[in-house]
């Protein structure tokens, strides 16, 4: 029995082997030690910058002294996100209007699940025609109802209360019909039709 296992031993392939698993080994755990320290400083800048948040600042001045581009997206959102928020409570709308373009057009590229996805994209939407009526953005709002592949309820409405602020009456009433022929309850159809002009 110990011959064969030092004639297995000995034998080249069993000792590449070991190697080979050896230096697999060694080469994860380095690599997992760099994606760890990686995201440390990934987490410790995100702190850093909400600190600045908490700090009495002019939205304005953050956006421009901060760097608030991640390479975790999840960050990155939050970040700007706060950052929209804080513009929106000093009265900086066209600062919010661009921190929430922005966000829209990078949640197609990211990995967010599908139904998160969608959330994030209606919250998102709601915001950016809100403000492109508080605006005066009239062809922009236009522009984003168009290009958007939204399917829900929410964007509906949300679009027919663009139409309707800017006095497209037709187009908001078409936008409400959509609304309302959707998949909804009776009570929520009825509120929306006392919205139709």
């Known amino acids: 029995m110990l011959e064969q296992l030092e ?7 069993t000792i590449f082997s070991i190697v080979a698993v050896i230096l697999i080994i060694i080469a994860v755990n380095v690599n997992s030690y760099f994606q760890n320290k990686k995201n440390e400083s990934e987490f410790l800048r995100f702190v850093e910058i909400n600190d600045a948040f908490a700090i009495e600042g002019a939205a304005s001045d953050l956006s ?7 390479e975790n997206f999840g960050y990155e959102l939050i970040a700007k996100s706060i950052l929209a928020k804080k513009s929106l409570d000093e009265g900086n709308q066209d600062l919010a209007y661009s921190i929430y373009t922005e966000l829209y ?30 605006l005066d953005l009239y062809e922009s709002g ?6 958007s592949s ?18 497209n009456f037709d187009k908001a009433n078409e936008w409400y019909n959509k609304a309302i022929n959707s ?10 039709r006392l919205k139709l002009i």
């Open 183 to 192: 998949d909804i309850s009776e009570n929520q159809k009825d509120l929306i």
């Open 105 to 134: 057009s990078s949640l197609s590229k990211s990995n967010i699940d599908s139904e998160t996805l969608k959330i994030m994209q209606e919250q998102f939407s709601e915001n950016i025609l809100r403000l492109t009526m508080e």
């Open 150 to 167: 939204l399917d829900s309820v929410r964007f509906f409405e949300i679009s027919g209360d663009f139409y309707k602020f800017f006095e």
């Open 142 to 147: 236009e522009e984003f109802i168009n290009k």
């Open 64 to 70: 421009d002294n901060l760097n608030l581009n991640f």
């Open 7 to 13: 004639k297995f031993l000995k034998n080249r392939y």
